[in-house]
């Protein structure tokens, strides 16, 4: 029995890696490795939409936090440290990740979060753009 192995991963890893199984016990090790192969793969695509689902989170909520100063909150800068703590554990899990990664997601994140942004708040942003700095390494706090 032919599987589509890519069809299969991108359903479900679980299933993929049953079918994998099932290879294995009946000696197929050309059809298993197949399904290892295109598992990785799509497990790599997972992490890659992560990653980005995540950075789009933390620009969203900066580009709330420098266009609204007035409604700044604690959840807003939890937020943006959680978001950054996600995407630091995602690229230790799969080095892959790399920051030249994200830079290559860098516009069509920011694009997206600006969308969700203007959504949420109901009016324009007041980023047109952010820089590595504002979204990776600048301290976000409440005055007392």
């Known amino acids: 029995m032919n599987i589509d192995w890519q069809e299969l991963s991108a359903k479900s890893h679980y299933q993929t890696a049953q079918a994998i199984q ?3 016990n009946q000696g197929d090790a050309d059809g298993a490795a197949q399904g290892i192969e295109e598992l990785i793969e799509a497990l790599g695509r997972s992490e890659k939409r992560a990653l980005k689902s995540q950075l789009i989170r933390l620009m969203m909520h900066i580009i709330k936090w420098k266009t609204q100063p007035e409604r700044r909150s604690y959840s807003w ?3 943006i440290y959680n978001a950054r703590d996600e995407i ?3 690229q230790e899990e799969t080095p892959s990740l790399t ?3 994200i830079r290559e997601l860098w516009e069509k ?3 997206s979060a600006c969308r969700a ?3 949420e708040m109901n009016r324009p942003a007041a980023a047109a753009e952010l820089s590595w700095e504002d979204v990776f390494e600048a301290q976000y706090e409440l005055s007392a």
Do not use: G
Request: aromatic share 6%; charged share 30%.
């Open 88 to 90: 630091r554990d995602i």
């Open 99 to 101: 920051d030249a990664m």
């Open 117 to 119: 942004a203007q959504a």
């Open 109 to 111: 994140a920011f694009a």
């Open 22 to 24: 099932e290879k294995l």
């Open 77 to 79: 800068v939890a937020s």
